[in-house]
T-cell receptor, first 113, second 114 residues
Framework: NAGVTQTPKFQVLKTGQSMTLQCAQD?????MYWYRQDPGMGLRLIYY???????DKGEVPNGYNVSRLNKREFSLRLESAAPSQTSVYFC????????????FGPGTRLTVL | AQSVSQHNHHVILSEAASLELGCNYS??????LFWYVQYPGQHLQLLLK??????LVKGIKGFEAEFIKSKFSFNLRKPSVQWSDTAEYFC????????????FGQGTTLQVKP
């Protein structure tokens, strides 16, 4: 099993450009999450999907949209990138929400110029 | 709102020294507690977790943590650190019934000198 995979690993954007970060898991997990990691701030939840067909905002959703394409895939879209969105983005999944740990992907390092 | 606080932002130790990293959370209800580790250039990995039962939990690589409910704390310990423990450590809390959302602390960077 590959676990949680993310593409791309690195990306540089110019202000105003758009892009989609892809995440997939092969563990048949119900719940998936997107976090951003910034120095000194830990990880902050952007959006999550408790189950296929549902999505909800997390702590820092502004400037982002998500799509739970199917049970395996959960994408994060930046419609108009801003320098404040320079960060490392992590996708995670867990089997059922409240009774298990989350499993993390390798991350996407995004720089917005 | 829930929050998690890690008191030590940067810790430098020599090999064989003992480690204790503090973690406190603010939430009045039942919680699940986690410590994750991020080695340089890698993704987050679970060190240990507490859901219920014995408040002293043991994780991988000789780490342990103690849940003290009255102090809202979940401190991480290791009796003797190794150079390979150099990493960033994150405490995280999930409120029961909260769809698995994790609230993370700010992280503690541990540097172990050989």
């Amino acid at each position: 099993n590959a676990g949680v995979t993310q593409t791309p690993k690195f990306q540089v954007l110019k202000t105003g450009q758009s892009m989609t970060l892809q995440c997939a898991q092969d563990m048949n997990h119900n719940s998936m999450y997107w976090y951003r990691q910034d120095p000194g701030m830990g990880l902050r939840l952007i959006y999550y999907s408790a189950s296929e067909g549902t999505t909800d905002k997390g702590e820092v959703p502004n400037g982002y949209n998500v799509s739970r394409l199917n049970k395996r895939e959960f994408s994060l879209r930046l419609e108009s990138a801003a320098p404040s969105q320079t960060s490392v983005y992590f996708c995670a999944s867990n089997p059922s929400g409240t009774v298990s740990e989350q499993f993390f992907g390798p991350g996407t390092r995004l720089t917005v110029l | 709102a829930q929050s998690v606080s890690q008191h030590n932002h940067h810790v430098i130790l020599s090999e064989a020294a003992s480690l204790e990293l503090g973690c406190n959370y603010s939430y009045g209800g039942t919680v699940n507690l986690f410590w994750y580790v991020q080695y340089p250039g890698q993704h987050l990995q679970l060190l240990l977790k507490y859901f219920s039962g014995d408040p002293l939990v043991k994780g991988i690589k000789g780490f342990e943590a103690e849940f003290i409910k009255s102090k809202f704390s979940f401190n991480l310990r290791k009796p003797s650190v190794q150079w390979s423990d150099t990493a960033e450590y994150f405490c995280a809390v999930n409120a029961r019934g909260n769809t698995g959302k994790l609230i993370f602390g700010q992280g503690t960077t541990l540097q172990v000198k050989p």
